[in-house]
T-cell receptor
């Protein structure tokens, strides 16, 4: 089955700096890679996703890059704000069952 | 659109009793729903895939006789934790795909149910 590794587990940045979170996956059949933001006690919130036929996708301050050959994808947040502080999860999905396999998460802290 | 609800949002039960959690897709039909469990400060772990009108598919290590899943309609899946024990205390989250929606792969998550077994 799919295995998704995520790094770092914690990340602390100053407000205005950029934050980068990286994930690798094992199943070459995976073709959908979403990123979620989760605040304490709440549901995961999709912030951006990318399909395997695309190398990069951007939505305002958030971007995701995908390298299919190396089987890794990254989340980039620019101009970070304190409200970006949360746990971020990457995930991978492929095959006919559409199951999501999550990374272990990254606790992002943006210091004012 | 694409809203998923869960009920209850939190529940406390005594050890040995059973608890049922409902997951509903409010504005779309979901042929497939997923059930996850999340322990504090950990990731979401898929427990099972729930398919409307058929038996659920459980992930390795998940006891199907303990976690009963019923997907009797296109908008409702239920998870029953039988003979609950304190180690079953966790955050249970469901999700659903909307195959008729704009994003074929996206899963829409419910708000979660906090289960505490005393």
């Amino acid at each position: 089955g799919e295995n998704v590794e995520q790094h770092p587990s914690t990340l602390s940045v100053q407000e205005g700096d950029s934050a980068v979170i990286k994930c690798t996956y094992s199943d070459s059949a995976s073709n959908y890679f979403p990123w979620y933001k989760q605040e304490l006690g709440k549901r995961p919130q999709l912030i951006i996703d990318i399909r395997s036929n695309v190398g990069e996708k951007k939505d305002q301050r958030i971007a995701v890059t995908l390298n299919k050959t190396a089987k890794h994808f990254s989340l980039h947040i620019t101009e970070t704000q304190p409200e970006d502080s949360a746990v971020y999860f990457c995930a991978g999905s492929g095959g006919s069952n559409y199951k999501l396999t999550f990374g272990k998460g990254t606790l992002l802290t943006v210091n004012p | 659109g694409a809203v998923v609800s869960q009920h209850p949002s939190w529940v406390i039960c005594k050890s040995g009793t059973s608890v049922k959690i409902e997951c509903r897709s409010l504005d779309f039909q979901a042929t497939t729903m997923f059930w996850y469990r999340q322990f504090p400060k950990q990731s979401l772990m898929l427990m099972a895939t729930s398919n409307e009108g058929s038996k659920a598919t459980y992930e390795q290590g998940v006891e199907k006789d303990k976690f009963l899943i019923n997907h009797a309609s296109l908008t409702l899946s239920t998870l029953t934790v039988t003979s609950a024990h304190p180690e079953d205390s966790s955050f249970y989250i469901c999700s659903a795909r909307d195959p008729g929606g704009g994003s074929f792969y996206e899963q829409y998550f419910g708000p979660g149910t906090r289960l505490t077994v005393t």
